[in-house]
């Protein structure tokens, strides 16, 4: 197994940071150890780095106090290393306008930083996700098919892709998640129909496959996921909303329950249910819970983009 310093390629390599930038390490008590090695790559480029550590937020996408808003603000640089996410809070938005270049890593392990997403070339995953959104700009439809018998078509007209997750945040005003590695875009509501198995990983690592029907948009029957169901029940119809389809291109990611390095598996798509507000849609729901299915076929207007979880273009 290939190990690296993450840390490293996250300063040097996806954020490019240079001697005097001011840099922002921001992290909760759960993190701290990942967020040292943050904190000493930034200081090893002879940066102006400084490192915080907040109360870990009760929920995603909380807002940090009022005096680690406006410290964000006054970054050039800002690594956010939580156990939650922070990647849609305002105080990051606000940021991000000010001009900050900013990488958030929700959840982020030492096994994922040095042994797994991390450790990819990031510049080849951003020439994939150019290659691959050149050919998927305009589409309409696609479809999803695998061995285990997922068939489901959703519509896309009128959505846009999300091609901003490769991991290379070099321009002011820049944000990405890392690890990166994804293409995705928020399905037309109420246009999926069909059936998704579910065989990598909901919430958790699959040992057996969770059948999803999908009417008209929505999740109707989910089989072999109580936790997920519960969760799901808890934001309404809503929440059972296909909000997300997502395309992993990174080829270190490994599924191991946790869903920043999940989703950016090579190989795999991801579904997501509930929230897509955040993406272009029109549901707004306190639900978003990502499913990941491996090796599918998947088909964008009638041009096959992945085969049996081997990418095609």
């Known amino acids: 197994?290939?190990?690296?310093?993450?840390?490293?390629?996250?300063?040097?390599?996806?954020?490019?940071?240079?001697?005097?930038?001011?840099?922002?390490?921001?992290?909760?008590?759960?993190?701290?150890?990942?967020?040292?090695?943050?904190?000493?790559?930034?200081?090893?480029?002879?940066?102006?780095?400084?490192?915080?550590?907040?109360?870990?937020?009760?929920?995603d996408n909380q807002e940090p106090s009022a005096p680690v808003a406006r410290l964000m603000r006054d970054m050039d640089v800002i690594l956010i290393t939580?156990?939650?996410s922070m990647t849609h809070t305002t105080a990051r938005r606000k940021a991000t306008r000010a001009g900050a270049r900013i990488a958030t890593m929700?959840?982020?392990?030492?096994?994922?930083?040095?042994?797994?997403?991390?450790?990819?070339?990031?510049?080849?995953i951003l020439r994939t996700v150019r290659r691959v959104a050149r050919k998927l700009r305009r589409s309409q439809t696609l479809r999803i098919t695998s061995e285990l018998e997922t068939d489901i078509t959703i519509s896309i007209k009128g959505r846009n892709w999300f091609m901003e997750d490769t991991g290379i945040c070099r321009k002011r005003g820049e944000f990405t998640n890392l690890p990166a590695g994804e293409i995705f875009i928020s399905p037309v509501e109420g246009t999926a129909n069909g059936v998704l198995m579910i065989d990598g990983s909901f919430k958790d690592p699959l040992l057996n496959p969770v059948k999803v029907n999908v009417k008209d948009g929505f999740a109707t029957r989910i089989v072999?996921?109580?936790?997920?169901?519960?969760?799901?029940?808890?934001?309404?119809?809503?929440a059972r909303n296909l909000a997300k389809f997502?395309?992993?291109?990174?080829?270190?990611?490994?599924?191991?329950?946790?869903?920043?390095?999940?989703?950016?598996?090579?190989?795999?798509?991801?579904?997501?249910?509930?929230?897509?507000?955040?993406?272009?849609?029109?549901?707004?729901?306190?639900?978003?819970?990502?499913?990941?299915?491996?090796?599918?076929?998947?088909?964008?207007?009638?041009?096959?983009?992945m085969k049996d979880g081997e990418l095609k273009i």
Do not use: W
């Open 106 to 124: 929700p959840g982020i392990t030492h096994e994922i930083l040095n042994e797994g997403g991390m450790t990819a070339d990031f510049q080849e």
């Open 224 to 238: 072999g996921a109580q936790d997920v169901v519960k969760e799901l029940n808890k934001g309404g119809k809503n």
């Open 82 to 84: 939580t156990e939650v």
């Open 1 to 59: 197994m290939t190990v690296v310093d993450g840390a490293k390629v996250a300063v040097e390599t996806c954020l490019n940071v240079k001697k005097g930038e001011r840099v922002l390490i921001l992290t909760d008590p759960s993190k701290e150890g990942i967020a040292e090695e943050l904190f000493k790559a930034a200081m090893d480029v002879k940066s102006d780095a400084i490192l915080v550590k907040i109360p870990t937020p009760d929920a």
């Open 246 to 305: 997502g395309l992993g291109l990174n080829p270190e990611a490994k599924i191991i329950g946790k869903e920043l390095e999940d989703t950016k598996v090579l190989g795999t798509v991801n579904i997501g249910f509930g929230d897509n507000s955040m993406f272009g849609g029109n549901v707004k729901c306190p639900v978003h819970l990502l499913a990941v299915i491996k090796n599918p076929t998947v088909v964008v207007d009638n041009v096959v983009i």
